[in-house]
């Protein structure tokens, strides 16, 4: 069965440090890989995603990039954060070429930046 | 452009029968999603409608019309642990990408 990962699951980072969560999928090749922020009374915001390695579409103009390095693997980083970059972050992920294209999340990441 | 509207909040009894409603204004439809979202946890997938009609699920059961952009979720003899955000979600045709509501926070009182 496939499986989700996304670390770490709390983090508190100053203003202007930098920033790197990662996610990686198990028990499938060739995701479709999403980074979302869900701000407190808001949707889930699409941040970032990726169809392959080193395919990043980037959805929203900030401060934040995200890389793709390995089939599984999806990174977000940020050089300099600001206060506005706190929410909760969720890696998801969907198999390529089927019909319902579902996305499964990871447990999310919940960012205070201070 | 593109909007989902849902309730923000709903209250119900623990046995009853709650329906969240859905409305969606989309340039390209490809399918909606109903996500359970418990507080401070990951969303999980529900439910999947594409075409229009009933979808049963155990205690779930979504609905789609596709002619009055709407979807309802239907949540029968609730449980106390069904106290959660309900997220609902329609994929654009053109982009494939989810476009997500904000939500509606329901709570099962005893």
């Known amino acids: 069965s496939q499986t989700i990962h996304q670390w770490p699951a709390t983090l508190v980072q100053p203003v202007g440090s930098p920033l790197s969560l990662e996610c990686t999928v198990e028990g499938t090749s060739n995701p479709n890989l999403y980074w979302y922020r869900q701000a407190a009374g808001r949707g889930l915001q699409l941040l970032f995603y990726s169809v392959g390695i080193g395919q990043i579409s980037s959805e929203v103009p900030q401060n934040l990039s995200a890389s793709r390095p390995q089939d599984r693997q999806f990174i977000l980083s940020s050089k300099k954060l600001l206060l506005s970059d706190s929410g909760f972050y969720l890696c998801?992920?969907?198999?390529?070429?089927?019909?319902?294209?579902?996305?499964?999340f990871g447990a999310g990441t919940r960012l205070s930046v201070l | 452009g593109q909007n989902i509207d849902q309730p923000t909040e709903m209250t119900a009894t623990e046995g009853a029968i709650v329906q969240i409603n859905c409305t969606y204004q989309t340039s390209g439809f490809n399918g909606l999603f109903w996500y359970q979202q418990h507080a401070g946890e990951a969303p999980t997938f529900l439910s999947y409608?594409?075409?229009?009609g009933l979808e049963e699920k155990g205690r779930f059961s979504s609905f789609l019309s596709r002619s009055k952009g709407y979807s309802y979720l239907l949540l029968k003899e609730l449980q106390m642990k069904d106290s959660a955000s309900y997220l609902c979600a329609v994929r654009d045709r053109n982009t494939d990408k989810l476009i997500f509501g904000t939500g509606t926070r329901l709570q099962v009182f005893p």
């Open positions: 998801a992920w969907s198999a390529r070429a089927r019909a319902k294209n579902i996305q499964y």
């Open positions: 409608n594409v075409l229009d």
